[in-house]
């Protein structure tokens, strides 16, 4: 007996079933976008100074922007962005050190402040916030008296971040 030629009904399934198991086999990170991300993290920029401070960005790696143009943070006040990842440098014109810093999709992070910032009208620490924490996540940068603690982490080293806090005229370390 002769081997059944399939029937286009047979084959019609079959061509359903392979493109079905290719789509579902696409990873749903492949098109993770800020517009369409759930935004689990932030990064908080805090002026703890007695004047303004005013900000501007330089995103890096393809991070969307936290806010356009520069931003103004008056006396005690502070601002919340929600992010699903961000990577970039934050300036406060001649009066700060930049900082950089990284928060990951997975919460891996990078960041890093100068541990000496003569000359400089305001002081600026970095700080990792997660519940909790995992690996190397100490503040770096420098509080009001001078006082500095490390210079930077590098990647991979601090883990489950879920904000990245900067603080300008922090009086503690």
């Not at 009904?9 to 990170?29: C, D, E, F, G, Y």
């Not at 002026?47 to 806010?67: I, M």
């Not at 103004?72 to 970039?88: D, I, K, M």
């Not at 490390?150 to 990647?155: D, E, L, M, N, R």
Request: charged share 15%; aromatic share 6%.
């Amino acid at each position: 007996m002769a081997p059944s030629k399939p029937t286009s009904s047979a084959a019609a399934l079959l061509l359903l079933a392979v493109a079905v198991l290719a789509a579902s086999s696409t990873p749903v990170l492949a098109d993770l976008t800020h517009a369409n991300c759930a935004k689990n993290k932030k990064v908080t920029v805090q002026n703890l100074c007695t004047h303004d401070v005013t900000l501007t960005l330089e995103p890096l790696a393809n991070s969307p922007p936290l806010f356009t143009g520069t931003y103004t943070l008056r006396p005690r006040s502070h601002a919340e962005f929600p992010v699903c990842w961000w990577t970039g440098r934050l300036h406060a014109g001649g009066d700060a050190a930049t900082v950089e810093f990284h928060v990951g999709v997975d919460g891996g992070s990078f960041y890093l402040a100068p541990n000496a910032q003569p000359g400089q009208r305001v002081p600026v620490s970095v700080t990792p916030h997660g519940s909790p924490l995992q690996g190397r996540c100490p503040a770096v940068g420098c509080a009001i008296e001078g006082r500095c603690s490390v210079h930077q982490v590098p990647s991979g080293d601090c883990r489950n971040v879920q904000e990245m806090k900067i603080i300008y005229c922090n009086p503690h370390v």
